[in-house]
């Protein structure tokens, strides 16, 4: 573990501040017809964000769900990413998490979390809020004070730091699209199921209106037969 042993104030990305204000990164899907995939992520990052202020706080919307969702409630929108994820690849987190990484060092937040959907199998779901950077690590150094580095450890740091968080903002990325698949399959497979039965139950109506409607014809014509006998 080098990073305790690097220079903080030679890679901002490692500076810990006073936490005044902050910015979500909340990602969401394009599309809709997932159950609560995205109402569960808005509904987790607007409760956070409205904790903490949300005049304190600016939003990147990946996905156009979270756009729609707090362009018109009037959040500080710093900016959307949408119309990607049916060609996801790496360039797309690099391009996003290179946006993010800037917003923090040029000393715009203090503090940038994201929202996101982890992926635990095929019928759950798990929203979760995770801080991108600062980036967090463990207080403990290498512990081997004779071994030798070449380049530097600050510069080994200064290079691998970035790349971190770019792998990190793809993971993000691939929980999410994951997890919106899986939600979307369960809830299409109960959408499904529910349509079956309204089916079997609008048939056996169906029946009951069309027997009924024949033992109606059938007494009128004996009754009729009847009238005409008497």
């Known amino acids: 573990n080098l990073l305790p042993d690097v220079d903080r104030e030679l890679l901002p990305l490692l500076e810990v501040r006073e936490v005044n ?7 969401t899907s394009d599309k809709g017809l997932a159950g609560s995939f995205n109402s569960s992520a808005l509904r987790k990052a607007q409760n956070e964000i409205d904790e903490f202020g949300k005049d304190n706080v600016d939003i990147f919307c990946i996905g156009k769900k979270a756009r729609d969702y707090f362009k018109p409630r009037k959040y500080n929108i710093i900016e959307s990413h949408i119309d990607f994820w049916s060609d996801l690849n790496f360039n797309h987190a690099v391009s996003i998490g290179n946006n993010i990484i800037n917003h ?4 715009k937040v203090d503090e940038i979390r994201v929202v996101f959907n ?3 199998n095929v019928a759950t779901q798990m929203v979760l809020t995770e801080k991108f950077v600062p980036l967090e690590f463990d207080s403990e150094g290498s512990n081997i004070a004779d071994r030798l580095y070449e380049p530097s450890k600050d510069a080994i740091v200064k290079s691998l730091v970035p790349r971190h968080l770019n792998v990190q903002m793809w993971k993000y990325l691939l929980e999410s699209y994951a997890s919106e698949q899986a939600a979307r399959m369960v809830a299409m497979e109960n959408a499904t199921s529910n349509s079956e039965d309204m089916i079997k139950d609008l048939q056996l109506e169906f029946n009951k209106a069309r027997q009924a409607s024949i033992t109606t ?3 009128e014509i004996v009754s009729g037969a009847e009238a005409l006998k008497g």
């Open 21 to 27: 204000r902050i910015a979500y990164v909340v990602v």
């Open 104 to 107: 923090f060092i040029s000393g």
């Open 118 to 120: 982890e992926f635990v």
């Open 217 to 219: 014809e059938m007494l």
